[in-house]
């Protein structure tokens, strides 16, 4: 990691601070730039030792790595486009210009994969033209080697950089550039086939490469398709944006987390429980601080929503115990949030929200052993209770 941040810090523009927009554009671009000097040079070295030999798997290979350079350039076009501020048309900026360009890699390598299984296919039973053996040697082999090196680092360097600012599009370069190192090991064993005359494996080989880089086209445009379409925050970014708003003093609980993502910029919206005993202006001032800590630490836009909720009064922790013990029979991850209790002596009323899976399949279970555990306590109170659905990535997945 430490050659890539030198290559950064040596082209980065005077005032781009690591975490600004203009950092992260540049380290995509930057990415992409590398990427097209190293994929030109080697799509060269492929296309000359390719129609050399005569082999089909060694030209579509060069052809896919060609086409890591149409893939660059997409990847420099998006990340052009994303640093472009919000406007009338796009109030919310244009980060998903990005993921619009991982699902354009994906595309054009779908193309590239369809037209080389078409040529592999062709070379396997309809073609007359084998391999030139004799020009095989192990000179081309150790060639055609070397250049499965290079696409592996460029692999690591697309891989770093897209950790450091988090982008899927960077990722999507790498799993692009991993999958031309698999299919250039494909292209050795043709090679070798071929010299120990074994010549038709060459259009076995180019139906493996063909299928391996549609198969890369695939995680890639569901990674991006996923993206457009709003796939929930992980939970640990969730549990991050709990942490750091429950810092707030007066804010003593975090729920209904919504986040949608366009590039590097989040929008948060969430609840947070204050004691029901706040007055207006002091809960005014923990929403606020609450929206300023997380826009700061977040690079988000927050909006958050206040819930008052009971913390004293006798029967506060009574009521959160007795329905805690109910549902950790199903789930200890389970969490009471909203409670509210109407009356004291005696009880009237309790209301609570209890967030479950969107796949919650026991919600009629869990309200039966509630109201049963909480009958007996408080045989008179009425119980409300609102199940909300709570869908986080590691659950959809």
Partial sequence: MSFNLFLINKTLPRG????????RGH????????????????????????WMVSSI?????????????????????????????????HPFGHGRAETIATLTIAILMAVVALEFFKGAIDRLFFSEADIDVSKIDWLVIGIVSLTALGKAWMAYFAYQLGELIDSDALRGDA????????????????LVGAYFGVPFVDGIMGVGVA????????????????????????????????????????????????????????????HIEIDEATSPSIAHNIA????????????????????????????????????????SVFNDQ???QDLRIVGEDPVESILFELPVPADCEKKSEIEASIREALGLAYERAAVIIEFKAQMTESQNN
């Fill in 16 to 23: 781009a601070q690591p975490g600004s927009p203009e950092y």
């Fill in 27 to 50: 380290v995509g671009v930057l990415e992409g730039w590398v990427s097209i000097i190293g994929n030109f040079i080697l799509f060269i070295i492929k296309l000359i030792f390719g």
């Fill in 57 to 89: 798997a060694l030209i579509a290979d060069a052809f896919h790595t060609l086409s890591d350079v149409a893939t660059s350039i997409v990847v420099i076009f998006g990340f052009k486009v994303a640093q472009k501020p919000a406007d009338k048309e």
């Fill in 175 to 190: 799993v692009h550039h991993k999958s031309d190192v698999y299919t250039t090991l494909l292209v050795i064993a043709a």
């Fill in 211 to 270: 299928i391996m880089i549609l198969h890369a086209a695939y995680e890639i445009a569901r990674e991006a398709i996923d993206d457009l379409l709003g796939k929930p925050a992980t939970t640990e970014f969730i549990q991050e944006i709990t942490t750091l708003a429950t810092t707030v003093p007066g804010a003593r609980q975090v729920h209904d987390v919504v986040v949608h993502n366009y590039g590097d910029q989040s929008f948060i919206s969430l």
């Fill in 288 to 327: 606020d601080n609450v929206e300023h800590k997380l826009a700061h630490d977040l690079n988000a836009q927050v909006v958050t929503h206040i819930d008052p909720v009971a913390v004293s009064g006798k029967n506060v922790n009574k009521v959160r115990k007795i329905i805690e013990k109910a549902i």
């Fill in 334 to 336: 389970f969490t009471v």
